[in-house]
């Protein structure tokens, strides 16, 4: 059984860091993209980074990009989300994902909640 699950996430002043963990058990992802979506209470749920299995290329959201960065290692199947510079709208559940399909995602995690108080 598949499962990733999300890790770091808390409660930060503006301006602070963060770094969030997603561990993958089930199955390697090594050639698989995987990534980083978000919900805000009463938003629809956007997309943060992704990074292809190689790590080679990454795309982010233009609301993150210069502050957020995303890596992973593929020994560890794990992908991680380096948040800089973090503002109140930031706050949200930040979801993982992995294994893309054209625009979607086959695995999901939980979420993690952060929070960005001003």
């Known amino acids: 059984q598949v499962q990733l699950v999300e890790s770091g996430g808390g409660l930060v002043q503006a301006g602070g860091s963060l770094r969030l963990s997603c561990a993958a058990s089930?199955?390697?992802?090594?050639?698989?993209?995987m990534g980083w979506f978000r919900q805000a209470p009463g938003k629809e749920r956007e997309f943060v980074a992704d990074i292809v299995g190689s790590g080679g290329s990454t795309y982010y959201a233009d609301s993150v990009k210069g502050r957020f960065t995303i890596s992973r290692d593929n020994a560890k199947n794990t992908v991680y989300l380096q948040m800089n510079s973090l503002k109140p709208e930031d706050t949200a559940v930040y979801l993982c994902?992995?294994?893309?399909?054209?625009?979607?995602?086959?695995?999901w995690g939980q979420g993690t909640q952060v929070t960005v108080s001003s």
């Open positions: 089930g199955r390697t992802f090594s050639s698989s993209t």
């Open positions: 994902v992995a294994a893309r399909i054209g625009r979607t995602y086959v695995y």
